[in-house]
Nanobody, 115 residues
Framework: QVQLVESGGGLVQPGGSLRLSCAASGSISSIAAMGWYRQALGKQREMVATMTSGSSTNYADSVKGRFTISRDNAKNMVFLQMNSLKPEDTAVYYC?????????WGQGTQVTVSS
């Protein structure tokens, strides 16, 4: 089992920045990849950014050049630096990880981009 806890969401003006953090605990050694998904009101959950255990990254086209995913393996944490935020980035952001058996999700943190 893996537990994920996010922090760092909030309200920010368009063009601003936020940094999300996710702390993993439990069966850490089994994790093959970690990342972030988001779900806007009335829409399906979508991948934002992921990173494998080998540090390969993947980003949604809508966030390329604005968001950066990073990991601190010593602290079992993953981060999402979000710059140049747009109103369309407003969503609940979920920390995600997977091992060979299943996916795991955090409880989500709200990000609202509005003036």
């Amino acid at each position: 089992q893996v537990q994920l806890v996010e922090s760092g969401g909030g309200l920010v003006q368009p063009g601003g920045s936020l940094r999300l953090s996710c702390a993993a605990s439990g069966s850490i050694s089994s994790i093959a990849a970690m990342g972030w998904y988001r779900q806007a009101l009335g829409k399906q959950r979508e991948m934002v950014a992921t990173m494998t255990s080998g540090s390969s990254t993947n980003y949604a086209d809508s966030v390329k050049g604005r968001f950066t995913i990073s990991r601190d393996n010593a602290k079992n944490m993953v981060f999402l630096q979000m710059n140049s935020l747009k109103p369309e980035d407003t969503a609940v952001y979920y920390c995600w990880c997977k091992n060979v058996l299943r996916n795991y999700w955090g409880q989500g943190t709200q990000v609202t981009v509005s003036s």
